[in-house]
């Protein structure tokens, strides 16, 4: 776990990590977990911005899922905050950004869905610390891989 303060330094550990999973294999599943305003948007600007992609990186909590599409990558951003059970999640087709080849999909709130996102590669825990300046940030590689 590391102590971070501010939106910088939120976002230098994401492209820190975008480092780490580029030239991934298939496809990958990235659950963000953190209360509101902990800095899970912030975290993904700084990772999608590393992959390489130069759109701004808005936050989808009213539109549920923001694509990111280049020659070789695709990244899906949901926001599950305000959906209230996996029906919302298949009427938008969810189970085809899930099959997706060489895709990332980075998923804020996934305890809010039930039958989806339950087996991630990687899950971003971002906590408030003191003064809700501070972060800490755990980056934790699924076990079981």
Same mark, same amino acid.
């Given at each position: ?8 330094? #939120? ?14 294999? &298939?496809?990958?599943?990235? &659950? ?8 899970? #948007? ?14 701004? %990186?808005?936050?989808? #909590?009213? #539109? ?7 020659? &070789?990558?695709? %990244?899906?951003?949901? =926001? ?15 189970? =085809?950004?899930?099959?997706?080849? &060489?895709?990332?999909?980075? %998923? ?12 991630? =590669? ?24």
């Amino acid at each position: 776990m590391e102590e971070l303060i501010g939106e910088k330094e #939120t976002e230098d550990k994401a492209k820190n990590f975008a480092s780490l999973i580029k030239g991934f294999k &298939n496809s990958l599943l990235i &659950n963000l977990i953190g209360n509101l305003g902990a800095g899970k #948007t912030t975290f993904v600007r700084g990772l999608i911005q590393e992959l390489g992609f130069d759109e701004f %990186v808005k936050s989808p #909590t009213f #539109t549920i899922v923001e694509s990111y599409e280049s020659d &070789n990558l695709k %990244v899906f951003h949901f =926001d599950l905050y305000r959906i209230e059970d996996d029906k919302e999640l298949q009427a938008i087709g969810v189970e =085809d950004y899930l099959t997706e080849e &060489n895709a990332i999909t980075l %998923v804020e709130w996934p305890e809010k869905s039930k039958r989806y996102f339950n087996n991630p =590669d990687y899950i971003i825990e971002l906590n408030h610390c003191d003064n809700d300046e501070k972060r800490l940030i755990n980056i934790i590689k699924d076990l079981r891989q």
